[in-house]
């Protein structure tokens, strides 16, 4: 009886399995459709700038930018071609600011000056997608990442080399920024 019953239950569960899968994740964007690779807009990403008054920016700018060829690609809906080759379209994208914002403070009990401090690590970025003579689509675009009770510090060169900036708040925020960037280039095509 306990077997029949551990069986049911497992085509119950089995049953109810890709449902979960197959439905859109509840507070998230919809996944970007792919099309046909003959279909795929085929878009030159441009060096990304840094134009932030921080000079760990500048060393993020590479880093930045191959992971947005990534995110590109990756929706089947756009090739990122190199830049030497001939592309309809061209994206140029600069790192704007990275800064920390302190979004609040309550209650401090017996004069902590931490108690209850969150702070968010914010990164502003602007684009422009043109085809060279014309600009279709330019904006700014910011991401952020919130921390409870700890200190935001400024990527280090360390982080940027060995890639461990994409585990820190602001590398969070960074791919937020171009996880918006790619959403909204989608949007026109």
């Known amino acids: ?3 029949l019953w551990t069986m049911g239950l497992g085509f119950l569960l089995a049953g109810a399995s890709p449902c ?13 459709e792919s099309v046909d690779p003959a279909q795929r807009v ?3 990403v441009l060096d990304t700038h840094n134009e932030s008054p921080i000079a760990a920016a500048a060393g993020l700018t ?3 930018n191959a992971l947005l060829v990534q995110l590109l690609e990756r929706t089947g809906r756009f090739q990122a071609t190199a830049p030497t080759e001939n592309a309809r379209f061209r994206l140029e994208t600069s790192i704007t600011a990275l800064r920390v914002d302190v979004v609040g403070e309550g209650v ?3 004069g902590s000056p931490l108690a209850s401090t969150r702070r968010r690590a914010v990164v502003e970025m602007k684009y422009r997608l043109g085809d060279g003579q014309r600009v ?15 200190a935001i510090e400024a990527p280090s060169e360390l982080e940027l080399r060995t890639g461990a900036y994409w585990n820190t708040p602001f590398g969070s925020a960074t791919r937020e920024c171009l996880d918006k960037l790619v959403r ?3 949007d026109i095509f």
Do not use: H, Q, W
């Not at 979960?20 to 970007?32: L, Q």
């Open 1 to 3: 009886m306990r077997a």
């Open 20 to 32: 979960g899968c197959v439905a859109p994740e509840m507070g998230r964007a919809p996944p970007i």
């Open 184 to 186: 909204t280039i989608s």
């Open 42 to 44: 085929s878009i030159r």
């Open 62 to 64: 590479a880093a930045t």
């Open 108 to 110: 401090t009990y017996r």
């Open 136 to 150: 279709f689509l330019e904006g700014e675009l910011a991401g952020d990442y919130e921390v409870a009770n700890k």
